[in-house]
């Protein structure tokens, strides 16, 4: 099941998007204008979501079915859908993905 995780979904997607896993607006800006780097995007990604149960809120979403992490980036480029995955899935930091 494609689940988006961006702020501003394309227009022609037509599937769920849950802009609440996306970053923030300011942490986008901060990474792309090279204020920060890959190391800390992580890290204030990760206190972003740190309220968030989201593996709970996957699962009630995907009802069982597999989950396909979507957003702009190619699928080599560093991006948070790759941190996300690593949260889901034990690898990050966060102890309530």
Same mark, same amino acid.
């Given at each position: 099941?494609?689940?988006? @995780? ?76 790759? @941190? ?14």
């Amino acid at each position: 099941m494609p689940i988006g @995780i961006t702020r501003f979904p394309p227009k022609s997607w037509k599937g769920i998007n849950l802009s609440e896993l996306a970053p923030s607006e300011t942490l986008l800006k901060a990474f792309k204008n090279h204020s920060i780097d890959e190391y800390m995007f992580k890290i204030k990604y990760q206190e972003e979501l740190s309220g968030i149960n989201i593996r709970e809120k996957l699962e009630s979403i995907a009802n069982g079915k597999d989950v396909i992490l979507c957003c702009y980036e190619k699928p080599s480029d560093f991006c948070h859908r790759h @941190i996300l995955n690593d949260m889901i899935n034990g690898d990050g930091e966060l102890n309530n993905a």
